[in-house]
């Protein structure tokens, strides 16, 4: 099974600033099969990015991923007001279990 | 519009049952693979079970197999969880999520879209 770890746990920012999101694997993640999503409280996660590096219809572009391997990487290059949230890595892919996720990396206001 | 409403949840005891429902509209319900997630309260995401479009094969996480059933009815565009045996560890809101494309395996998607999520809560 491929455990995702992600980090920090906590980024605090404020608007205008860039957010690095980090997720790493503990085996390599085939094919680039990783997925990012947003949550805000009391909503269902957003799809942001998949195949590690598209951005998903709607998403601006603001929001890039990157990474192969084991190491992934989320990056907003200048937050929007809208963009305090709580972040998610997934891989797919895998033999069962086919899914996990990261713990989340939660981006607050500073 | 792809929709996917979930029902169902509700305050359940220790030991108890439910049967969650995902109603899908705006696809061709039958083509995608579909699964269940869950995220306890102040907590991460969790993946639960999933079902392949025409219900060949499923596949369950650890912490709930052999105590949750998922089935689907293409018929009537529904997906459901049964879940028996349930424990306090079980609360949490339950999505439904499809996959973003159909294929043959399962696991070869991200999820795209979600459900709203239905509260499950386990207590006495």
């Known amino acids: 099974e491929i455990v995702l770890t992600q980090s920090p746990g906590t980024l605090s920012l404020s608007p205008g600033e860039r957010a690095t999101l980090s997720c790493r694997a503990s085996q390599s993640v085939s094919s680039s099969y990783l997925a990012w999503y947003q949550q805000k409280p009391g909503q269902a996660p957003r799809l942001l990015i998949y195949g590690a590096s598209s951005r998903a219809t709607g998403i601006p572009d603001r929001f890039s991923g990157s990474g192969s391997g084991t190491d992934f990487t989320l990056t907003i290059s200048r937050l929007e007001p809208e963009d305090f949230a709580v972040y998610y890595c997934q891989q797919y892919g895998s033999s069962p279990p086919g899914f996990t996720f990261g713990g989340g990396t939660k981006v607050e206001i500073k | 519009e792809v929709q996917l409403v979930e029902s169902g949840g509700g305050l359940v005891k220790p030991g108890g049952s439910l049967r969650l429902s995902c109603a899908a509209s705006?696809?061709?319900?039958?083509?995608?693979?579909m699964n269940w997630v869950r995220q306890a309260p102040g907590k991460g995401l969790e993946w639960v079970s999933s079902?392949?479009?025409?219900?060949?094969?499923?596949y369950y996480a650890d912490s709930v197999k052999g105590r949750f059933t998922i089935s689907r009815d293409n018929a009537k565009n529904s997906l459901y969880l049964q879940m028996n045996s349930l424990r306090a560890e079980d609360t949490a809101v339950y999505y439904c999520?499809?996959?973003?494309?159909?294929?043959?395996?399962?696991?070869?998607?991200?999820?795209?879209?979600w459900g709203q999520g239905t509260l499950v809560t386990v207590s006495s």
């Open positions: 999520a499809r996959v973003a494309k159909p294929s043959w395996f399962v696991f070869a998607n991200w999820f795209d879209p």
């Open positions: 705006g696809f061709t319900f039958s083509s995608y693979s």
């Open positions: 079902i392949s479009s025409s219900s060949s094969y499923i």
